[in-house]
């Protein structure tokens, strides 16, 4: 099955920047999509950024356009997520994910999952 590591997360200042990454191997779909999912205490799974397969359409949610950036190269089982002006609001449990069935947005429809990594901000 494929597998995915995240790496990166910590604790910043508000205003200050992170970028994590995604290693994936395994499996005969690493290079599908990727993409970044978000969930902070008490709260639903939520989008963040999403790459299709090679390279050439990147989406984001609104709330981090303009601050976050996705980008990698499948060929290389990586991806990066670099987040800058970070707030916090921001903080919560970052994971990646692979290989969407349907809509990019839809947690339910990403088929792999790395096991998170943290991002706190403080004010």
């Known amino acids: 099955q494929v597998q995915l590591a995240e790496s990166g997360g910590g604790l910043v200042k508000a205003g200050g920047s992170l970028r994590l990454s995604c290693v994936v191997s395994g499996g005969p779909f690493k290079s599908q999509p990727k993409g970044w999912f978000r969930q902070a205490p008490g709260k639903e799974l939520e989008f963040v950024a999403a790459?299709?397969?090679?390279?050439?359409?990147?989406y984001y949610e609104d709330s981090v356009k303009g601050r976050f950036t996705i980008s990698g190269d499948s060929a290389q089982n990586i991806v990066y997520l670099q987040m800058n002006g970070l707030q916090p609001e921001d903080t919560a449990l970052y994971y990646c994910?692979?290989?969407?069935?349907?809509?990019?947005?839809?947690?339910?429809?990403?088929?792999?999952w790395g096991q998170g990594t943290q991002v706190t901000v403080s004010s």
């Open positions: 994910a692979a290989d969407p069935e349907g809509s990019y947005r839809a947690a339910s429809d990403w088929h792999f």
């Open positions: 790459i299709s397969s090679n390279g050439a359409s990147k």
